[in-house]
């Protein structure tokens, strides 16, 4: 029991995970992108598709990635060069990608692919609760846990982290010496927009292999808030998830088996859970010195550099 | 290469043609992505125009539709003002909406009374909904845009816990539906049309807002705030007061285009209650510069695009959420031409 409610967590936490990161990375640089929703759609249709037209599952994520990238990249531009207002951007770049889906994936409905299979890892799997609980997932479940850490390394143990972060807190010091801001914030833009593509694809390629319309349901949403909880930290980001994940498990696996209560108010449960944790989060960071990027949010023009 | 240089000053055409220009460049776009989409782009744009306005019954359907753009459109505007976003109308649609449904089913009321009523219980019930976030932004600076917008996916599952649970029409052969409501809960409609007395009850209210915002000391206050927060402290504002007063209001309005939907076009609560009109709410309060009547005359060319947008559903099976590439396009044009009134492109002779 215990096993399977733990499988259904990391499974449910993963979409999320994927595009919580890449709103970390993108809020780093000190971009808002509310566009997470749109681009998790983008890159859970191109995925489909091309795993639908080639039969290659790998092709498929590859796609998904730089399609995503490419959408995001609109928001970019508008943000970065363009100086435009990150919210309305980033809330035109969902809407975009909720229409741009709706629209081509409207022959995709009812098709089905056969998504990732689990692979067991050899060894751990066999371990008795933990095995299955942990060790018998998609490969895009590893990924997932892997760009934590590359995240993290890169964050924390590089000098272009550095470089990123510093152009998130002060973009005036970071142009003087020597960096170039609006560089470094596209390229986060746009491996921040891929890695939330890659969490769209887990839905249609791993999580439940078919397409749906608007089938991301508020997960970009949730994403966006779980990066304050994860106080900017990749780290931190996987634990809420994970929370994420397994108050959805719960909720599904007390449908499975047949409670008295409406699965309409079960389907709350994440979002009013995500609520709590947002406002425990936020009074948190009011207390201390804020992790919060300090320019998030904020166009960077040279000229108005002092 | 190309360099920008910021403009000393715009000149006035190009400053009030430029949403024009970016409206159409959006068409423009969005047609070549229909094309690649396999579909006839002028076939579908000149469909959307005959549905929309080609006929007295598509421009009262105009109207109609403009209706909720309007409501929740001044609801977001308002909050603009004090730069807080409200990306909630939508939930505070279908809030007001269940307040409203639940006056005109169970409170007993009788005649000239329930209109009323139901108009007061979605009015609160929205400002309420909203309200959780303006205390929450106010008290503990927790982020409103989150929360009004993981509040819409709430209030939608509360729409749909009743109308499938305990509101369920017994006689309604198991569909998840209320009951009707009575005739004297219903909005008047203008001749044969669908269009009702809630498009008056909009247009008052643009004229209350535009008075409100714009003529009364704390329409002022509101714009200080949003302008400069530290001069609004000095100033002796109370802003925490006004971040909660101001998302109050902002829901509530939103609330009564929930009450105009369920009085005036579907006479009873069901799932769907608003398509997407508090996201559509948003280009609304953007475009319109924040003011009151341009939510008026936003509402109405938005709401060209969404009938036009529901009509191809039916001539082209194209799926409905489609229209929101418009609503996405057009938002990127406008926030482009926003660079392009403020700075112009200058030819730099590369230096060797």
Redesign the interface.
């Known amino acids: 029991m215990i096993e399977i409610l733990l499988f259904a967590t990391i499974k449910a936490g993963t979409p999320i995970l994927f595009a919580t990161l890449g709103a970390i990375v993108m809020e780093r640089s000190g971009i808002i992108n ?1 566009g997470i929703e ?1 681009l998790m759609l983008i890159g859970a249709l191109s995925g489909f598709v091309t795993a639908l037209y080639t039969g290659s599952l790998f092709l498929a994520v590859v796609v998904s990635f730089f399609a995503s990238m490419a959408v995001g990249s ?1 928001h970019g531009i ?1 943000t970065v060069y ?4 990150q ?3 980033g ?10 889906t ?3 994936g ?1 022959g995709m409905v009812g098709k089905t692919i056969s998504g990732f299979d689990k692979f067991h890892i050899p060894g751990l799997s066999k371990i008795p609760v933990i095995g299955p609980a942990l060790f018998r997932h998609d490969l895009l479940v590893y990924l997932s846990v892997l760009i934590v850490v590359l995240v993290s390394l890169f964050f924390y143990k590089t000098k272009w982290g550095l470089y990123l972060r510093s152009v998130g807190e002060n973009p005036a010091a970071a142009d003087t010496s020597g960096i170039n801001v609006l560089k470094y914030r596209m390229m986060a833009v746009l491996v921040g927009s891929g890695l939330a593509g890659l969490g769209g694809c887990y839905l249609s390629l791993a999580y439940t292999p078919f397409w749906m ?2 089938m991301s ?2 997960r970009g ?2 994403a ?2 779980l990066v ?1 909880f994860a106080q900017w930290n990749s780290t931190r980001a996987l634990a809420g998830a994970y929370l994420f994940g397994g108050i959805n498990a719960l909720q599904l696996r007390m449908q499975a088996v047949g409670t008295t209560i ?1 699965p ?2 079960l ?2 449960l994440p ?2 859970f ?2 709590i944790v ?2 425990i989060a ?2 948190r960071l ?1 207390k201390g010195s804020s992790p919060e990027p300090e320019s998030l949010g904020l166009p960077y023009d040279r ?1 108005d550099r002092k | 290469m190309i360099k920008f240089e910021k403009r000393k000053s715009t000149s006035k055409l190009f400053k009030t043609s430029a949403p024009f220009l970016a409206v159409l460049l959006a068409l423009i776009t969005a047609g070549f992505i229909l094309l690649f989409a396999g579909v006839n782009p002028i076939k579908a744009y000149s469909g959307m125009l005959q549905e929309s306005l080609g006929s007295a019954f598509g421009i009262s359907e105009t109207l109609l539709k403009s209706t909720p753009l309007i409501l929740t459109g001044l609801g977001v505007s308002l909050a603009f003002r004090m730069k807080l976003w409200n990306i909630g109308a939508d939930g505070q649609l279908h809030i007001g909406a269940i307040g409203a449904t639940w006056v005109a089913l169970y409170s007993g009321l009788q005649g000239v009374f329930m209109l009323p009523a139901m108009f007061l219980a979605s009015f609160i019930m929205g400002g309420l909904w909203a309200g959780v976030a303006g205390v929450l932004k106010a008290k503990i600076r927790v982020n409103e845009i989150i929360v009004t917008l993981l509040m819409n996916y709430i209030a939608i599952s509360i729409v749909s816990f009743l109308v499938y649970g305990p509101w369920k029409d017994p006689n309604g052969h198991n569909f998840p539906l209320t009951a009707q409501f009575a005739d004297f809960a219903r909005l008047t409609s203008f001749f044969n049309t669908r269009l009702n007395t809630g498009f008056l009850l909009a247009i008052v209210l643009v004229f209350i807002m535009y008075i409100l915002m714009e003529k009364t000391l704390w329409g002022y206050e509101i714009k200080v705030i949003g302008n400069n927060q530290n001069a609004a402290k000095y100033a002796g504002i109370k802003i925490d007061r006004s971040i909660i007063g101001v998302l109050f209001l902002s829901g509530a309005l939103a609330g009564v285009a929930g009450f105009s939907e369920v009085a005036g076009v579907q006479f009873r609560l069901q799932e769907g209650v608003s398509s997407g009109y508090g996201y559509t709410a948003i280009i609304v309060a953007w475009l319109a510069g924040r003011s009151a009547i341009g939510v008026l005359v936003v509402s109405i060319i938005m709401s060209i695009i969404l009938v036009g947008g529901d009509s191809l559903q039916i001539l082209m099976q194209l799926p409905v959420a489609f229209v929101n590439l418009f609503q996405g396009l057009i938002l990127f044009f406008i926030l482009a031409s926003e660079f392009f009134i403020a700075n112009k492109p200058v030819l730099l002779r590369s230096k060797q």
Do not use: D, K, Q
């Open positions: 509310l749109g609109i508008i363009l100086r435009g207002n919210i309305v951007s809330l035109s770049l969902t809407m975009f990608g909720i229409g741009l709706a629209l081509f409207r319309e608007n349901a508020g949403w949730i966006v808030a304050i409406s309409h108010l389907a709350m979002y009013i995500t609520i947002l406002i936020t009074m009011e000229e």
